[in-house]
């Protein structure tokens, strides 16, 4: 049967899961990433008001931004694609539920995945890894970020499900 709206209910009836197909379909201007990531975490659906993390190999602006209040946001981050370590993992990913981040995007890899599937928030990444990250405060915040096709910027608006990941410039009505 076709969905007919923008969502349509997830694990119970509280909870309304987004829908990109969809989303795509009602709002033609979304840009949509590459298909590079794999949704490793507890929540499979979820969006919000992005805010970057531009770091190589070292995740202490991660760790810094998810000490903070998320407010709902979704934690973009540029890893640069690297495939050497794990930028985000289960200590990591439990506090940023802890802080109300409604999800991370990780170009680069996460640990943790057995872990990070149980946990309340939205996870999606390029890879995983087992080694975990240098830490030598190197990076920056709320700076625009490109990756998988797109540049994503702080403020804008990240929807992401098991389809994929689109941006919008804006808060989208998906009903």
Known sequence: MASSGLTHQARSPAVAQIVTPDICDA????RVLDPLFINVGGREAFCGPIRTVKCFEDNSLVKQAVAEPGDGAILVVDAGGSQRCAMLGDMLAEQAAAN???GVVMYGCVRDVDVLAEIELGVQ???????KSEK???GRRDV???LAGTTLTSGEWLYA???GIL???RRLPLE
């Open 125 to 131: 990444a390029i890879g995983v890894h087992p080694r």
């Open 100 to 102: 109300g981040w409604s």
């Open 144 to 146: 625009p970020v490109t």
């Open 167 to 169: 941006v919008a410039d």
């Open 27 to 30: 709002h033609p201007e979304v």
């Open 136 to 138: 030598h405060g190197e």
């Open 161 to 163: 499900d098991n389809n």
